[in-house]
Nanobody, 121 residues
Framework: QVQLVESGGGLVQAGESLRLSCAAS????????MGWYRQAPGKQRELVAT???????NYADSVKGRFTISRDNARNTVYLQMNSLKPEDTAVYCC???????????????WGQGTQVTVSS
């Protein structure tokens, strides 16, 4: 089993920054893609950003130029640096990871519990 634990959420004012972290722990062989998704009240969950184990990134258009995803493979941790935050960024942010438990083997998708980000105007 794999646990994804997020941290770094909070309440900030518009224009400020936050950095989210998500650490994977447990028993596994490797992690492929990791990412961040968010869900605002009354809305569907949406992709924020993803990063492969090779460092290739993908961003939602709404966060391009403001958010940066990165990862530390040695620490099995993914980060999301969020700058110039807007009230519409308010949501629960969840970490996601594709994990391989053995070689060869299929990837299993895991989710964290989420961390609240609230941006006031």
């Amino acid at each position: 089993q794999v646990q994804l634990v997020e941290s770094g959420g909070g309440l900030v004012q518009a224009g400020e920054s936050l950095r989210l972290s998500c650490a994977a722990s447990g028993s596994f062989f490797s992690i492929n893609a990791m990412g961040w998704y968010r869900q605002a009240p009354g809305k569907q969950r949406e992709l924020v950003a993803t990063i492969t184990n090779g460092g290739s990134t993908n961003y939602a258009d709404s966060v391009k130029g403001r958010f940066t995803i990165s990862r530390d493979n040695a620490r099995n941790t993914v980060y999301l640096q969020m700058n110039s935050l807007k009230p519409e960024d308010t949501a629960v942010y969840c970490c996601n990871a594709d994990v391989r438990h053995s070689w060869p083997g299929k990837f299993v998708n895991y989710w964290g519990q989420g961390t609240q980000v609230t941006v006031s105007s």
